[in-house]
């Protein structure tokens, strides 16, 4: 029931930063967590990071480091990303995705019930 519309992905050089958005809508979206993933061609949807929307805590996957930041805007029922220092290795179609209600933050794609189109980001050298 939870709407998603990702935006903000764009061609950057390496070493450039971006930051992209996800505008939720619809159902009960303030009581549930929300991530970003990412998928490049030939290899399997990533986990990058996710957020509580109640209470904003976070996680991130293993293999993010410190490269890249979730947050959120409440009164603009907006998440972000935020990615520095964007590798050729970064391109990818990068989504957004909604849990069930009251469920916390999960590094699994299939925690998460409601997905949005996705956004590319293409990184060249």
């Known amino acids: 029931q939870v709407q998603l519309a990702e935006s903000g992905g764009r061609l950057v050089q390496a070493g450039a930063s971006l930051r992209l958005s996800c505008t939720a809508s619809?159902?009960?979206?303030?009581?549930?967590?929300f991530g970003w993933f990412r998928q490049a061609p030939g290899k399997e949807r990533e986990f990058v990071a996710a957020?509580?929307?109640?209470?904003?805590?976070?996680i991130y996957g293993d293999s993010m480091e410190g490269r890249f930041g979730i947050s959120r805007d409440n009164s603009k029922n907006t998440l972000y990303l935020q990615i520095n220092r964007l590798e050729p290795e970064d391109t990818a179609v990068y989504y957004c995705?909604?849990?069930?209600?009251?469920?916390?933050?999960?590094?699994?794609?299939?925690?998460?019930?409601?997905w949005g189109q996705g956004t590319q980001v293409t990184v060249s050298s």
């Open positions: 995705a909604a849990a069930p209600p009251w469920q916390s933050p999960v590094a699994q794609s299939n925690g998460y019930s409601y």
């Open positions: 619809q159902g009960n979206f303030r009581a549930t967590s």
């Open positions: 957020l509580s929307w109640f209470n904003g805590f976070t």
